[in-house]
């Protein structure tokens, strides 16, 4: 058989793959092929993790102050909500922990750092709202992060899509909960 040597590519020779690891352990995960700009990466991800930050603060403020009839049942969604945002909070730290960078928790400048806003309260209707085009904005901005990291980064992007779907499935329900109190919906 007659192969051509770029018929096994992928297939790397087991030797070579343990020196180069043995070479650069101070990189940790970060090996020599990532194909994309490590501090344009910790820096896109930094707004990330300021962004699910936000979200976290402003749904729990949510879901604390939240008043009116149904305010129970939407104090839960607001709740599960800050939970979703907590878990991808982490996941977008311990990525950028891997990538040898330090995940940014300062709370100095948080809101210039994020994609979103952290809402001004309000009625119930006005924090459903806010907490829709919170979610319309990030389900955009991973959208181009995803494009972005593409093949550059698949772990980062398969992170990322993973926090898009949670996104989108918190706007369908921040649409859901604005037609059941509204009747109708806030945007076409």
Not at 120 to 146: F, P
Request: aromatic letters at 6%.
């Amino acid at each position: 058989m007659n192969e051509k040597p770029s018929d096994n590519y992928f297939l790397r020779d087991v030797e070579v793959l343990r020196a180069q690891a043995k070479k650069s352990l101070d990189d940790g995960a970060v090996t020599a092929d990532y194909g994309s700009d490590i501090k344009k990466s910790i820096d896109l991800l930094q707004s990330v993790l300021a962004t699910e930050i936000v979200c976290v603060l402003r749904y729990t403020m949510n879901s604390i102050s939240v008043a009116g009839l149904s305010s129970k049942s939407v104090a839960e969604e607001f709740q599960e909500h800050a939970n979703d945002e907590r878990e991808h909070m982490i996941m977008v730290a311990e990525r950028i922990d891997q990538l040898g960078g330090e995940p940014n928790f300062n709370p100095e400048g948080l809101a210039s750092r994020s994609a979103t806003e952290y809402g001004d309260g309000g009625t119930l209707i006005d924090m459903v709202k806010q907490n829709l085009v919170a979610e319309r904005i990030a389900v955009e901005h991973y959208r181009d992060l995803i494009g972005y990291f593409a093949d550059k980064d698949p772990t980062t992007r398969l992170m990322l899509e993973h926090i898009l779907k949670d996104e989108e499935e918190h706007a369908t329900d921040m649409h859901d909960l604005l037609v059941s109190h509204e009747g109708k919906p806030f945007l076409d």
